[in-house]
């Protein structure tokens, strides 16, 4: 088998999942050798965002899709092209002397492009993770990531907040089914505010996009509630609906 040959661009991916209670960040670790007090060199070990130069023979979109399906299930995942990271002086020396040593290439700039991505943080995704050596990590515990990934990882976090309040992505990162709770959870999780249940609950419903289960909760301490789904294609229609009244009223 031919080795596989890479170009000095790079794709980093940052994936968000939701335990039911913290929004978390899929990591991989990196092991590099550093000097230590005494000179000779120290194994370290930090974590990353999934990464990889990409592939001569592949585009940057089936580069994200290699990375991720080495760790995850990528099936009916949502996936962003975020940023292009393209700053000379992005990645120290020490750090480019890593990348170059493990791609096997004489690099003297990286430019990477950050894709993310939206997951359903399931029992099932969580084992392959491990299994695939990824790890979930709580998103507002990370204070220092490898590179300049803790970067990349607040632009992703800065524009998941943005398309929140948006779009209906919340649900990208729930099970098919909810409780009011859980999606209001989810809110504060991303927005790091506490929300008003009352106001929450009385917009959620006027929207006519959430669907009442004949199901509850079962098994929990406190009354159960009424499990709902997310209309999507009711939704996609009326967005196709507004689009076309705008164009109207913008050609009158």
Known sequence: M???????ISVDCVVFGFDGNLLKVLLVPR???EAGSDGRLVERQDCKLPGSLIFDDEDLTQSAYRILGEIIDTNNIYLKQLHV???PDRIDSRSMEWLNETYRVEARRIVTVAYYSLVKL????AALCEANHGEWHDVQSIRKLALDHKSILMRALETLNKQLVNEPIAFELLPRRFTIRQ????YEAILGVEVDNRNFRKKL???GYLEALDEKEHGVAHKPARFYQFNKSRFEREARRKTKLNFINWQG
Do not use: E
């Not at 399931?122 to 995704?125: D, G, L, N, Q, R």
């Open 2 to 8: 031919t080795p596989a040959t890479y170009s000095p």
């Open 31 to 33: 092991r590099f050798k």
């Open 85 to 87: 990271f393209s700053n």
């Open 122 to 125: 399931t029992p099932k995704m």
């Open 183 to 186: 999606l209001q959870m989810l």
């Open 205 to 207: 419903l006027s929207s």
